[in-house]
């Protein structure tokens, strides 16, 4: 029980430093992103939006190895194993620097050739080799600390990189903005962008060494002569399916503005990022309180019974449901206005590529609660062909509906979106009460179909109602807005009020409430 409320403790610190400093790295990248649609026009911004994807194709080199040593650190944190430990590390650290080498042979040799990417491009061959080359630059400096911060999330201290990304990331926005109100450059941009990854990194490779010496430094044993052939057979079968798991991520989400950039154009890719920008923003504020329970998922998967992981999955299906809705309240009733408010009506998407912006991101937060036991339970192996199948649905979908319907942004979107429905939905749960020796799903199905199916309903409608507020001011959207959540809100929670889920985060409420008002009062 005590080592329970520890997880619990540990879990609940990451969840709100994450909450905080997302919330306002959100803020601080809407700056940056409004300085670069009002300083620099559509094709930048389209630009900046196509070496975000191309990059993460270049990614491949990475292949979730990281994930998925990262789950064979947790048994030996458990054991307080530092031998075990070291040599981890240190088998994880020449990992690295083989990708390293890879991503930038590969960099070096696909950057001539970018601008085929790009239909009818505006900017010569020589500046967009140039700006690829910085873009991919501060991607490589993140490799550098890439056992380090793989290590503190496995020990439930993924603040304490939250913090540092967060402080330096800060600066970077904010230099930035300034760079781009006064100087107009693209270049800057990306100069900064570089030098800050590399300070950044280098901050925290340092802090992680200090905090634990007898772990990180050079150990040229060989994992077979320590571990047993379990342990590597383990090791393998996660780093095989992390790797198919991650080209079908990198296809699904890494295509989008790469085929829109070529089939349709920069400013097709301009007007999506920004939709983009706000639903992964906000996205990312909420999914890292759900992530951020994955170190603890790992340590109960080796320390609790099955039934109780059964308990604790449900919960957290709840809470991501919780955080879903929420986020699909708001983008559904607000997302035009705010556009239009924010980047100007010429950035505006019709009512239904809205609604399946919408729909899209609703769909993958739902995935969440499963993804976070995927990875807890180190389940990488079991989803190996899904991850495969998955990538070549999408492709196969985005392509068909652009290059025969001719729909343009919303075949990107229909694209993913049927590949979740087909692949994701059944087959994820499916892993882990199959595979995770849960047992039986039927029950996880039907509460799992009962909470999206409100959510959808509620998408549509207020996605339909929104064009008669698009021109109401933003005050009256944030208002209007807010209670739109408070009601949506306080039906679906009266809908489940009789759920053992809901009376667990009551309580919860219950409790802190009378925590924090006995503590202002004792003062």
Not at 109 to 126: A, D, G, H, Q, R
Not at 328 to 342: Q, T
Request: glycine share 6%; aromatic share 14%; charged share 10%.
């Amino acid at each position: 029980m005590k080592n329970e409320m520890s997880r619990t403790k540990a879990a609940s610190l990451n969840a709100v430093t994450m909450l905080i400093t997302q919330t306002i790295s959100l803020l601080l990248r809407f700056g940056v992103q409004t300085s670069f649609i009002h300083e620099l026009s559509q094709n930048y911004l389209g630009l900046n939006g196509l070496f975000a994807n191309v990059i993460s194709f270049l990614s491949f080199a990475d292949l979730g190895i990281g994930t998925a040593i990262t789950v064979a650190l947790y048994k030996p944190i458990a054991d307080k194993n530092t031998e075990k430990l070291r040599l981890l590390i240190n088998f994880y650290r020449k990992i690295y620097c083989f990708i390293i080498l890879i991503i930038s042979l590969v960099g070096l040799c696909v950057s001539p050739w970018i601008y085929m990417f790009i239909k009818k491009p505006v900017f010569s061959n020589f500046e967009i080799s140039v700006w690829f080359l910085l873009y991919l630059s501060s991607t490589l400096a993140t490799y550098f600390s890439a056992s380090k911060r793989s290590f503190l999330m496995a020990t439930q201290q993924g603040y304490l990189n939250s913090l540092n990304d967060f402080i330096f990331k800060s600066t970077q926005q904010l230099l930035q903005i300034t760079f781009l109100i006064f100087f107009h450059s693209f270049l800057w941009f990306l100069i900064i962008q570089v030098v800050i990854a590399i300070l950044g990194n280098w901050q925290l490779s340092k802090m992680v060494s200090e905090r634990y010496p007898d772990i990180f430094y050079k150990n040229n044993l060989k994992l077979e002569k320590v571990f047993k052939i379990e342990t590597l057979r383990s090791i393998k079968r996660n780093v095989v399916g992390a790797i198919s798991s991650k080209i079908g991520v990198v296809i699904v989400f890494g295509t989008d503005n790469i085929i829109l950039s070529t089939l349709v154009g920069l400013t097709a890719v301009a007007k999506y990022s920004n939709y983009l920008l706000i639903v992964q923003s906000v996205s990312s504020v909420f999914s890292q309180v759900i992530g951020s329970f994955i170190g603890s998922i790992g340590n109960l998967n080796v320390t609790a019974s099955k039934q109780r992981q059964k308990v604790i999955l449900y919960r957290v299906l709840y809470l991501n449901t919780l955080i879903n809705l929420f986020v699909s309240v708001g983008l559904s009733f607000a997302f035009s206005s705010f556009i239009s408010l924010w980047a100007g009506s010429n950035y505006l998407l019709s009512v239904n590529i809205t609604i399946g912006i919408v729909l899209n991101y609703s769909i993958n937060q739902s995935r969440y609660a499963a993804q976070c036991f995927i990875s807890g339970m180190g389940l990488y192996w079991s989803v190996r062909w899904k991850s495969l199948i998955e990538a070549l649905v999408n492709l196969f979908l985005s392509l068909l509906f652009i290059q025969v319907f001719h729909l343009g942004i919303m075949g990107v979107i229909l694209g993913t979106l049927g590949s979740n429905i087909i692949v994701n939905i059944v087959w994820e749960p499916y892993i882990i009460f199959h595979d995770g020796g849960l047992g039986s799903m039927k029950m996880y199905l039907f509460k799992y179909a009962c909470y999206e199916a409100f959510i959808i309903v509620i998408i549509i409608i207020l996605s339909l109602i929104s064009p008669l507020f698009i021109h109401i001011g933003l005050i009256k959207l944030i208002f209007y807005t807010m209670i739109v959540e408070f009601v949506v809100l306080s039906f679906f929670m009266a809908v489940t009020s009789r759920m053992n889920e809901f009376h667990y985060f009551l309580d919860i409420c219950i409790r802190l409430y009378y925590k924090v008002n006995k503590k202002l009062f004792s003062e």
